[in-house]
């Protein structure tokens, strides 16, 4: 049997947080990464268009042979993942698998809010979409989400511009738009993968006594989690130890930026995602 890596997609670098806690507790397989840094941010766009662009990302690793691909990016994962696991996975590869990052969230803050009072940092595409709303409401019923969409932080991050005076104006302004929106609100999730950047910053924003929650670990632990009950997958994942990086912009601006989301220097090639 054809064993092959695992696929991890953003639409830019956000993913690249997921990625790195992922290789550090699964660092046997191989790993392929996308991030469609031509069509950055998905955040601002519309439900179709996420969804085009998610799909011919998810074809291109199919064709590249991955059986298993994690959507490492909250708003494709909220705009696109269902209709691909219930719509299209069935005609493209009925045996392969895509996996988001909203579900492995929402099943992790049921054990580490307190108080029932749960915030989310996200973009506006993923606030729209109500995806953590609905998915800590059919686990956790009894937690209140309170929403905070953030257009600004995903560019002021993509551009290395939050670690001034005004992205941290920018990050102030949201954190205390959540906190006046409840003032109860005990944990938080940052709902986008590019905020773990922001961490510090967010925190000293916030009563120390608030936990902040970013998706790496979640999605790391859900990832071994799944393969552990799913030996089928497993066995197809090969263990090379290998992470090979596509960006469908320019590989030269990727490896300079990916080393401030990795903290070590990557190679990165050039890609083509399948439109067809
Ligand atoms: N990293 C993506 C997420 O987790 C957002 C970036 C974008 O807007 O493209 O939502």
New binding site residues.
Partial sequence: MAKSPIGVF???Y??LTVLKSIVAQLPDYDYIYIGDNAR?????RSFETVYEYTLQAVKTFFELGCELVII???????KALRNIQQKDLIFLAPNKRVLG?IRPSAEAIGNITQNNHVGIF??P??VNSESYVIEIGKLFPEIKVTQEACPIW?PLIENNQFDNEGGRFFVKEHVDNLLQKDSKIDTIIL????YPLLIDIIKEFLPPHIKVLSQGDIVANALQDYLNRHPEMEEKCSQGKTVTYFTTDNPEIFEERAEIFLGKSIKAQRINLKTN
């Fill in positions: 953003d639409s830019g956000g993913g950055t941010p998905y955040g601002s490492a990016c909250n708003t494709a994962s909220a990052v996200g973009t595409g993923t995903v709902g986008c993968t590019h």
